[in-house]
């Protein structure tokens, strides 16, 4: 198998337009989330799949100068964007995430790729069911079976979020799910950045954390929301949208 991992952004966005590159200690919000990654250990590369908009033109140019692979294809068919650069980038396996996950903690990428490797699932996740925060989310499957399901599927929803057919469709999918020991309440927090109030949060996180230990873990997240249950109230009434 060749594991890439893609991450999905772009500049547009409904909430909060140019999030991917909002500053956090200085540095674009997606390089911090790239610095994260590249200290997963199962994957064999990650490659930034944006769009093809001149408005992305700082995006491709953050993923080269910072060594990772860059694919950019359509805006708004990102299923086709992700599989284009799967093609490109000849990847065997799929870890799809998103350029608005900063907090995305590498270890989560390698539990979700390892269960995912032992075979019998067409699709493993942490997110059929969250024992971690919103923002922590992974998903594993092969390039064929995205390829499958670009051929057959026409539903918008598919093309726009990559991998929803297979959790809507667990008829025909072998579906598993990777779960964690936290506790339940782990799962109501939100580290994913859509608004200004997570923008916020995730700043304060980074802020209380990155000085003394770049390399921070999700335990010392949840460990700094224990002690500081203030920020955690910094974007307690974001509702997350629908994904139909």
Request: aromatic share 6%.
């Amino acid at each position: 198998m060749k594991i890439i991992c893609f991450i999905e952004a772009r500049f547009r966005s409904m909430r909060l337009p140019g999030k991917v590159l909002k500053p956090i200690l200085g540095k674009p919000m997606l390089e911090l989330m790239i610095e994260r990654l590249k200290r997963a250990r199962t994957i064999d590369g990650i490659v930034v799949a944006t769009t093809d908009q001149p408005a992305d033109d700082g995006i491709a140019e953050l993923a080269q100068r910072l060594n990772v692979g860059v694919f950019r294809g359509s805006e708004d068919d990102v299923l086709a964007r992700v599989l284009g650069a799967a093609r490109a980038y000849q990847a065997t396996v799929i870890v799809e995430t998103t350029g608005d996950c900063p907090l995305l903690d590498p270890a989560i990428i390698d539990k979700v790729v390892a269960d995912f490797r032992l075979g019998g699932a067409d699709f493993v996740s942490n997110t059929l069911e969250y024992t971690t925060p919103r923002g922590t989310d992974v998903r594993v499957f092969t390039t064929d079976a995205l390829d499958e399901i670009n051929r057959r599927s026409n539903d918008p929803a598919d093309h726009e979020h990559v991998s929803l057919h297979f959790w809507e469709h667990p008829e025909k999918y072998r579906l598993r799910n990777v779960r964690t020991d936290f506790g339940q309440e782990t799962a109501q927090l939100r580290l994913t950045v859509d608004t200004l109030e997570d923008l916020e949060l995730v700043s304060r996180i980074y802020e209380e954390l990155y000085f003394s230990n770049p390399e921070f873990t999700l335990t010392d997240v949840l460990d700094l929301l224990k002690r500081k249950p203030d920020i955690a109230m910094i974007n307690q009434n974001v509702v997350q949208k629908p994904v139909r």
